[in-house]
């Protein structure tokens, strides 16, 4: 495979410890991670190239909307993302404004590390609580 052929995932969290999280979560072989804490660096990197799969706070660094900025760059820079938004906050405000920019899931922080694998590995993304095979061989030691 690839390293364009990768799977692509961008995490946008202006909280470092729970970005850090994130990243270790999707940062296994076979993928390609990038984050931002901040809407600019968010923008930079969406403009460097498509994700396959972006997972965003809603509110960054204090602003209420960072997190619907991101989804409306996105909808346009990597428009067959899968878009995870995260809020502290829900509403049903933030809740249509996350669907209409075209996030495939609306959930409430916390959410579980189990419940992202998941939704990640519906779309074809490995991690590290349930990376996907590349080969049908078995694991070693089994």
Known sequence: MTEASLPR??????????????????????????????????KELLARGSFDLIVTDIRLGGNRDGGLQVMAAAGVLSPDATVIALT???????????????????LEKPVS?????????????????S?????????PGR
């Not at 470092?16 to 809407?39: C, H, K, N, P, Y």
């Not at 990376?131 to 694991?139: G, L």
Request: without cysteine; charged residues 25%; aromatic residues 4%.
């Open 88 to 106: 502290a906050y829900p509403d049903d405000g933030n809740r249509h404004a996350s669907i209409r920019l075209g996030a495939t899931h609306f």
């Open 9 to 42: 995932v961008l995490i946008v969290e202006d909280e470092q410890s729970i970005r850090d999280v994130l990243v270790e979560l999707f940062d296994v072989d076979g993928t390609r991670v990038e984050s931002a804490a901040t809407l600019p660096e968010a």
């Open 113 to 129: 590390l189990e419940t992202l694998a998941e939704l990640a590995s519906r779309v074809g993304v490995p991690t590290a609580i």
């Open 131 to 139: 990376p996907m095979r590349a080969s049908t061989s078995p694991a």
